[in-house]
């Protein structure tokens, strides 16, 4: 957090973002996301209208989104809310980008589990081709950030790509889903274990094997 970057909101900014407003499309979601509460309870709206919000940015930019100080301002506009109040959502979820990213938003987990799984050589493939943690590649492609925990222990390391987690991770893994993206290719999610479904055993189930053999019936039993 010492190394988080100031908001920026300047002159430019403004200009660039001053006008924001919903798409046709994008306001009749905001608009059925709004009716899901009842009057009175708009702020509840913050965090599906801050990821439609993003979302469009990213759509007008062609990157994974980010939110400018002025698109934060509309949307505390839309649920008449202080700016701050809308502020504070922002700054508290790292889902929301507050500053520009690339078109591929790639958060490695730095944390423990991911850690001994070998995190670093995650970290190593994205260094090789050109990332720097915290930054954006030159040509606007990738941007690559540590984060922590995204519930994917049992198949650590993994890294999440925009909407998409890539699991059971290596060096050699990580470079062909960052080579794929690369080349505009859309590389499969998820565990990247061959034969691997989810996250189940590795080589079938160890416990309950005879329940599972034997196929018992236990319906009446209690």
Same mark, same amino acid.
């Given at each position: 957090?010492?190394?988080a970057?100031?908001?920026?909101?300047?002159p %430019?900014l403004r200009?660039?973002w001053?006008? =924001?407003a919903?798409?046709?499309?994008n306001a009749?979601?905001?608009a059925?996301?709004?009716?899901?509460?009842? %009057?009175?309870?708009?702020?509840?709206?913050t965090? &599906?209208?801050?990821?439609?919000a993003q979302?469009?940015?990213g759509?007008?930019?062609?990157t994974?989104?980010?939110l400018?100080?002025?698109?934060?301002?509309?949307?505390a $506009?839309?649920l008449?809310?202080?700016?701050?109040?809308?502020?504070?959502?922002?700054t508290?979820?790292?889902?929301?980008?507050l500053?520009?990213?690339?078109?591929?938003?790639?958060?490695?987990?730095?944390? /423990?589990?991911?850690?001994?799984r070998?995190s670093?050589?995650? =970290?190593?493939?994205?260094?090789?081709?050109?990332?720097?943690?915290?930054?954006?590649?030159?040509?606007?492609?990738? /941007?690559? /950030?540590?984060?922590?925990?995204?519930?994917?222990?049992?198949?650590?390391?993994?890294?999440?790509?925009?909407?998409?987690?890539?699991e059971?991770?290596?060096?050699?893994?990580?470079?062909?889903?960052?080579d794929?993206?690369? $080349?505009?290719?859309?590389?499969?999610?998820?565990?990247?274990?061959?034969? $691997?479904?989810?996250?189940? &055993?590795?080589?079938?189930?160890?416990?309950?094997t005879?329940?599972?053999? %034997?196929?018992?019936?236990?319906?009446? %039993?209690?």
């Amino acid at each position: 957090m010492a190394d988080a970057q100031a908001i920026e909101d300047t002159p %430019e900014l403004r200009a660039r973002w001053g006008n =924001f407003a919903w798409t046709a499309e994008n306001a009749a979601k905001a608009a059925t996301i709004r009716a899901r509460y009842p %009057e009175g309870r708009q702020m509840s709206c913050t965090i &599906p209208y801050l990821d439609l919000a993003q979302r469009q940015v990213g759509a007008e930019t062609d990157t994974q989104g980010w939110l400018p100080i002025p698109v934060i301002e509309f949307v505390a $506009r839309e649920l008449d809310l202080a700016v701050i109040r809308v502020l504070e959502v922002a700054t508290f979820y790292t889902m929301f980008n507050l500053h520009p990213v690339g078109k591929y938003h790639v958060q490695v987990c730095g944390t /423990t589990p991911c850690w001994l799984r070998g995190s670093d050589e995650v =970290f190593a493939a994205c260094k090789n081709r050109g990332m720097a943690r915290g930054k954006t590649t030159p040509d606007g492609l990738f /941007t690559l /950030t540590e984060v922590e925990c995204m519930g994917n222990c049992a198949s650590a390391p993994m890294v999440q790509i925009n909407d998409d987690n890539f699991e059971d991770l290596d060096y050699d893994r990580t470079a062909a889903i960052l080579d794929a993206l690369a $080349r505009g290719e859309s590389p499969k999610a998820g565990t990247q274990e061959p034969g $691997r479904h989810t996250v189940e &055993p590795l080589g079938g189930p160890t416990t309950l094997t005879a329940m599972v053999s %034997e196929n018992h019936d236990y319906r009446g %039993e209690w």
